[in-house]
């Protein structure tokens, strides 16, 4: 197979330059080609890795969070101890809202952990009216 090099040093010794300027043009956009090809290779190689190390970091969170570790509180939340009538002590994270001359003060519960699991979604609308109100109460 004839290659475009060969192709256009033929055409410079026939006096083609127009068709020799066109084949070194071909060529420089085959080798442009071949170099973004690599290119997008190793970034596809990098992106593997990145998915790898993120799914490993993901997984290490997960058992942190299985191991005891309750997500922090988030900007602006409260944290407060409740203990429940039945026995276990819970960590809750609540909002504080100071209210205005319409509007009394009050607490809006976002999360309440027994150890790394968040409860909060299984307490009765009674018990979550008691912490928010005992945290209302609560000094520090």
């Known amino acids: 197979m004839t290659t475009t090099t060969e192709l256009e040093r033929a055409a410079y010794a026939a006096g083609d330059t127009a068709r020799a300027d066109l084949l070194a043009r071909i060529d420089e956009l085959q080798r442009a080609l071949g170099e973004s090809v690599a290119e997008n290779e190793t970034l596809r190689d990098d992106m593997g890795a990145l998915t790898d190390q993120a799914r490993e970091l993901r997984e290490e969170l997960d058992e942190c969070l299985m191991a005891g570790m309750r997500p922090a509180r988030g900007i602006g939340e409260v944290e407060f101890t409740f203990d429940h009538p039945n026995g276990d ?15 009394p003060e009050r607490m809006t519960l976002v999360g309440a952990y027994l150890g790394a699991v968040d409860v909060h979604g299984l307490l009765p609308h009674a018990i979550i009216d008691q912490i928010e109100a005992e945290a209302l109460r609560d000094p520090s």
């Open 89 to 103: 002590t819970l960590t809750c994270h609540l909002e504080y809202d100071a209210g205005d001359e319409t509007e």
